[in-house]
C-alpha cells in the first residue's frame, strides 16, 4: 500500500473528524466568491506579492461534505490548512483551479515574472495567467469635464463624480496628469456649454484581453512607470507597451536625411524643428496592421510662409518628415496620412507629430526609433525601424540587435 497517496491521507482524515464529532456547518457571511473571497475580477492584472484570496473570508464547508477541498492543502503541504480542518471539521472551499503562481496564503507566488492576468473559470475557479512575450493596450478616455452654466461636472465611466465652480478648479479637485486646473479654467472660459473635455485616461484593450486597468497607481504599480509616462506624451487612442520579456529587436529599415542651409529661412530654428520632430516620434510604438501618431507633448517654432493657409509653418521638420517617410517606404508601407512623397514632406495643414499618421502592415510590433547629430544646417536626422518579435514564436532573428 502506498503511505503517500493523497486520496488515502483524506479518506483517514474524514473518518477521524467524523468519529471527533466536531463536524459543524460553519459557513461564511455569503458565497459570493467574486465580492467575498477573491480580491481580483476575472481579467484583471496581477504581479508578485498581490493579494488574490481574502484568506480571512474564505467559505468553510465540512470535510465530510466536500473532502476534494482537502487535496490541495495536502499536496502544497499547508500543514495548518489540514490540522484545523481535522480539529473543526471544516475546511475553507477550494477556489484555485492551478495553483501554479499562487502561495497558500493567497498571494502571487515570486515565481510570476511580469504582469500577469487572473483567468476564472465556469467554476468561479482562478488560476493565473503568465504574460505573452509581448503586451500592449491603449489610452483611452474614462473622465470628462463637461460644462454646464457656470459649472463644470466631472464625470468618470458615465457617473457624475464631482460639480465644481471655475474658482473651484484646483489641482486638489480634478486630475492633472494630462490637463492642469490652468489649462482647463482656460478651456472653461471660452467653451460652449455642453462641451466636453477629456481628464483622465486609463490603459485599456489589451491584446491578451485582460482587462482594463484605472487610475495611475495601478498602472504603475502593474507595469512600471515607463508605460504611463509613455500614456501622458502621447495622443489618445495611441498603443502602449506594457510589457516585452523574451523579444528581440530586429532592424529592418533605416534612412537619414540632413537639415541643410536654406537662405530663404532662418538655419538654427530649422534645426531645432527638426530635432524636435525626431524627439516627438523617437520609441515610439506601433502594434502589427495598425496605426499611430506621434508625442503630442513637443513644441516647434513657427516661420513666416505665405504658401501656408495660416501664414507661418514650422520650417525644419521636412528634412526629418524625408527621414521617417523613407524609412517606411522601404518597407512597402503605405506613405503616411500628412506627408507627400516630394522635398516638402510635411503636408502644410497638418502637425507634424500629433497630425501624421504612420501605418504598420507588418505581422509584428515596431519601434520607429529617430535622433539627430551635428548641428544647424549640418544637422542628420537618422530613422531605423525595429521588428519587435517574440522570440519563442519567431526563432529567426536574422539582423537582430538586442533582446528588448
Known amino acids: 500500500m502506498d503511505r503517500t497517496n493523497p486520496y488515502l491521507l483524506i479518506g483517514i482524515l474524514i473518518l477521524l473528524a467524523l468519529a471527533s464529532g466536531v463536524m459543524c456547518s460553519q459557513h461564511a457571511a455569503s458565497t459570493d466568491l467574486t465580492t467575498q473571497q477573491l480580491m481580483n475580477k476575472n481579467g484583471s492584472t496581477v504581479v508578485s506579492g498581490d493579494q488574490v484570496i481574502n484568506v480571512a473570508e474564505m467559505q468553510k464547508v465540512p470535510v465530510f461534505s466536500a473532502p476534494q477541498n482537502l487535496i490541495r492543502p495536502l499536496l502544497n503541504g499547508d500543514i495548518m490548512t489540514v490540522y484545523t480542518a481535522l480539529t473543526t471539521g471544516t475546511i475553507p472551499k477550494d477556489v484555485i483551479n492551478n495553483s501554479k503562481f499562487m502561495t497558500n496564503d493567497g498571494k502571487i507566488s515570486n515565481d510570476l515574472k511580469g504582469p500577469g492576468y487572473i483567468v476564472t473559470d465556469k467554476n468561479g475557479k482562478i488560476s493565473i495567467k503568465e504574460a505573452d512575450s509581448i503586451v500592449w493596450g491603449y489610452k483611452l478616455p474614462y473622465t470628462y469635464a463637461v460644462k454646464e452654466g457656470d459649472s463644470i461636472k466631472v464625470i468618470q465611466n458615465n457617473k457624475t463624480i464631482n460639480t465644481l465652480k471655475e474658482s473651484d478648479i484646483s489641482n486638489d479637485t480634478v486630475p ?13 472660459e471660452t467653451a460652449k456649454d ?25 498602472i504603475i504599480h502593474a ?18 507597451m506594457v510589457y516585452d520579456h523574451n523579444a528581440t529587436k530586429v532592424n529592418v529599415s533605416s534612412a537619414v536625411s540632413v537639415v541643410e542651409y536654406l537662405p530663404e529661412y532662418p538655419t538654427e530654428i530649422r534645426a531645432e524643428n527638426a530635432k524636435e520632430f525626431a524627439n516627438g516620434w523617437n520609441n515610439t510604438i506601433i502594434p502589427p496592421h495598425e496605426s499611430a501618431h506621434g508625442k503630442e507633448n513637443v513644441t516647434f517654432t513657427s516661420i513666416a510662409e505665405a504658401e501656408a493657409a495660416s501664414g507661418s509653418a514650422t520650417h525644419g521638420v521636412c528634412p526629418p518628415g524625408r527621414s521617417l517617410r523613407d524609412a517606411i517606404l522601404s518597407l512597402g508601407y503605405p506613405l503616411p496620412v500628412g506627408m507627400s512623397g516630394a522635398e516638402e514632406s510635411i503636408l502644410y495643414e497638418y502637425r507634424p507629430t500629433i497630425d501624421v499618421l504612420v501605418s504598420n502592415e507588418g505581422d509584428y510590433p515596431i519601434q520607429i526609433v529617430m535622433w539627430t547629430e551635428g548641428e544647424s544646417g549640418d544637422t542628420h536626422i537618422y530613422t531605423t525601424i525595429y521588428e519587435l518579435r517574440d522570440n519563442s514564436t519567431y526563432p529567426d532573428t536574422s539582423n537582430s540587435t538586442e533582446d528588448a
Open 176 to 188: 492633472t496628469d494630462f490637463v492642469s486646473a490652468a489649462s482647463l479654467k482656460e478651456w472653461f
Open 194 to 218: 455642453g462641451s466636453n473635455i477629456t481628464l483622465d485616461y486609463y490603459l485599456g484593450g489589451f491584446n491578451d484581453n485582460r482587462t482594463g486597468i484605472y487610475g495611475k497607481e495601478k
Open 223 to 240: 507595469f512600471g512607470e515607463e508605460p504611463y509616462n509613455y500614456m501622458r506624451n502621447y495622443t489618445p487612442g495611441a498603443p502602449v
